[in-house]
């Protein structure tokens, strides 16, 4: 009996985009020198609404970014698109970091720093304008992009909430 294998599949295309933000290294004296660790911070997205981030830790580099990517593809938050930009103006906060998000009219771009970026790249956006206040720690600021995120309302949600149609909200 002659094995054939099938060599036509094409590799199947990523589903999601992978980005890392940061990537930090810490040492830890011992007896016999320097013990080296990494951190991985990287946010995951399918470009259609879906993003989330993950942190990972490990004493190999590519280990901590495989950790990472994997705790981000288990915490994704679906983002609520309108005309590849956010809905409307939101602040977010966690600890001392503020992130401010406000929509942006086709054609702006992303006008934001590296790591809200990283986000709002991976989740789709196209345009969008976003201010980074207090501290400037990037776990800090992503957290607090996903606070941004997480309270930001559709309006289809808002309709409901209200017991009203669409239509009748718009006016």
Request: charged share 30%; aromatic share 4%; glycine share 10%.
């Amino acid at each position: 009996m002659e094995h054939q294998k099938n060599f036509d599949k094409e590799p199947k295309e990523k589903e999601f985009v992978e980005k890392l933000v940061t990537l930090n290294r810490t040492c830890k004296t011992v007896k016999g020198g320097r013990r080296m660790s990494f951190s991985a911070l990287t946010v995951v997205g399918d470009g259609k609404g879906r993003v989330g981030y993950g942190l990972g830790k490990a004493n190999d580099v590519s280990e901590a970014i495989k950790k990472s990517i994997d705790k981000a593809k288990r915490n994704l938050i679906v983002v609520p698109l309108k005309n590849g930009t956010i809905p409307h103006e939101i602040i977010g906060k966690y600890k001392s970091s503020e992130v401010l998000l406000k929509p942006a009219c086709s054609g702006t771009g992303i006008i934001a720093g590296g790591t809200v970026r990283a986000i709002m790249e991976s989740a789709g956006t196209t345009d969008v304008q976003s201010k980074s206040l207090g501290s400037n720690s990037a776990v800090n600021v992503v957290r607090a992009t996903f606070d941004a995120i997480s309270k930001l309302m559709d309006a289809k949600k808002v309709a409901a909430n209200r017991g009203k149609t669409l239509d009748e909200l718009w006016g």
